[in-house]
């Protein structure tokens, strides 16, 4: 029991949670791309993120574990994000490193889905059950050099403070 609940009921809920913020992190992440904030889906992404770090701590586990340093690490840089967004405002230096670390964040989540993926879903378990076969280490490193490659592209590219003016010109020209 997890506070009240079977193992597997707070798994799935961890597991649902994860995904929300998997999804709404691909979806923020998207919006870089195109220099878009998507505030809404942002505050979406870091709740679901924080949750799911927070509720990996509720696991019955002793001791540490690779799966609670990652969820460590992703809390300190998640930390590192809402100061970047929130009280820097992305202002100057604090634009890159708010991409920075939310790409990270989003990273760590989806390294794990990776992770789980292959221990969790036969097909994939039966390509690499230690983890260190050929389709495992394919996997997380093709998940790596697209994080790297396009959380670049997100870095050059995300300047919200130009986004505002034409959001503001889009808006104006649907209104028509």
């Keep these: 029991m997890i506070i009240g609940l079977s193992t597997a009921t ?7 949670i994860s995904l929300i913020g998997i999804a709404a992190g691909l979806i923020v992440f998207a919006g870089l791309l195109r220099s878009e904030p998507r505030p809404g889906w942002t505050a979406i992404f870091l709740i679901f993120t924080i949750l799911t770090s927070a509720t990996g701590f509720l696991f019955p586990i002793h001791g540490p574990t690779p799966a609670l340093i990652v969820g460590v690490i992703s809390l300190a840089v998640l930390a590192i994000t809402l100061l970047a967004l929130y009280v820097f405002h992305m202002m100057h230096a604090w634009r890159w490193i708010y991409v920075v670390t939310a790409l990270l964040a ?24 230690t983890q260190s076969e050929p389709p495992f280490l394919i996997a997380q490193s093709f998940l790596l050099l697209a994080f790297v490659i396009f959380g670049f592209l997100a870095v050059r590219r995300f300047h919200p403070e130009l986004a505002a003016p034409r959001l503001a010109h889009d808006a104006q020209q649907q209104g028509r």
């Excluded at 707070?10 to 649902?16: A, E, G, N, R």
């Design 10 to 16: 707070f798994t799935l809920i961890h597991v649902i």
């Design 106 to 129: 989003l990273w760590f989540n989806c390294f794990v889905l990776v992770v789980q993926s292959f221990q969790k879903i036969a097909f994939l378990n039966a390509l690499a059950p």
